[in-house]
């Protein structure tokens, strides 16, 4: 079976601190899929990420860094000097490479981060 | 960009009427997704289509079915309404790659507040 867990439910930090938002995953695939999406008070999931299992490397982009370690099972995700805009329910989610589920994202249950003035 | 479109933002039915949702996406997509958010849920998958006329259920169809009768509509159907489908309904699609390139990313609509009464 397939699990993501986001084991934070709610994170408030004060602008300009770092703030790390965890992720762990279960998967029986050897190759798989993780992305990272941000969901603003607005509604609309926007993608941030994507990761395969066959590529460990890090990735920075501005003030977002994600560290995939597979050893852990866990693609973390880490906001630099974070802002206000920063201020979202975060959602990481694996998708196998297994045949016939073509599409298939599993959503752990997201990281609310408040991020205030 | 790609653009998933919702056709409501905000929906009141009441108990026992048919409710369609409608998705459209403009990126010729084959592969469509219908996922509900509730809160400490995260986002559960319903249905989902990689083909015109083709459908497969997700982890919680009960109660629901769909329609694609065109590549970039994907409807999504409540054939009687009840209290318990009150929810955010989320829209995504995705192009379809097979194999070790299957990490293409979902793209989200807005999202459908539906409220049933």
């Known amino acids: 079976a397939q699990k993501v867990t986001q084991a934070q439910t709610e994170i408030s930090v004060v602008e300009k601190e770092d703030v790390t938002l965890d992720c762990v995953y279960e998967t029986r695939d050897t190759t798989y899929y993780l992305f990272w999406y941000k969901q603003p008070p607005s509604g609309e999931l926007v993608f941030l990420i994507r990761?395969?299992?066959?590529?460990?490397q890090n990735e920075i982009s501005g003030r977002y860094s994600w560290n995939f370690q597979k050893s852990t099972s866990s693609f973390n995700f880490t906001i630099t000097a974070s802002q206000v805009v920063d201020s979202a329910v975060y959602f990481c989610?694996?998708?196998?490479?297994?045949?016939?589920?073509?599409?298939?994202?599993?959503f752990g249950k997201g990281t609310k981060l408040s991020v205030k003035p | 960009d790609v653009k998933v479109t919702q056709s409501s933002r905000y929906l009141v039915k009441r108990t026992g009427e048919k409710v369609f949702l409608e998705c459209v996406q403009d990126?010729?997509?084959?592969?469509m997704f219908w996922y509900r958010q509730d809160p400490g849920l995260g986002l559960r998958l319903i249905y989902f289509s990689y083909d015109v006329k083709m459908k497969e259920k997700g982890d919680i169809p009960e109660g629901y079915s769909v329609s694609r009768e065109k590549k970039e509509r994907f409807s999504l159907i409540l054939e009687s309404a009840s209290t318990n489908q009150t929810s955010m309904y989320l829209c995504a699609s995705s192009l379809l790659i097979p194999g070790p390139y299957s990490n293409q990313p979902q793209h989200f609509g807005d999202g459908t507040r539906l409220s049933i009464l």
């Open positions: 990761r395969n299992s066959f590529d460990e």
């Open positions: 989610a694996l998708k196998g490479d297994y045949g016939g589920s073509q599409g298939n994202l599993i």
């Open positions: 990126m010729d997509h084959e592969n």
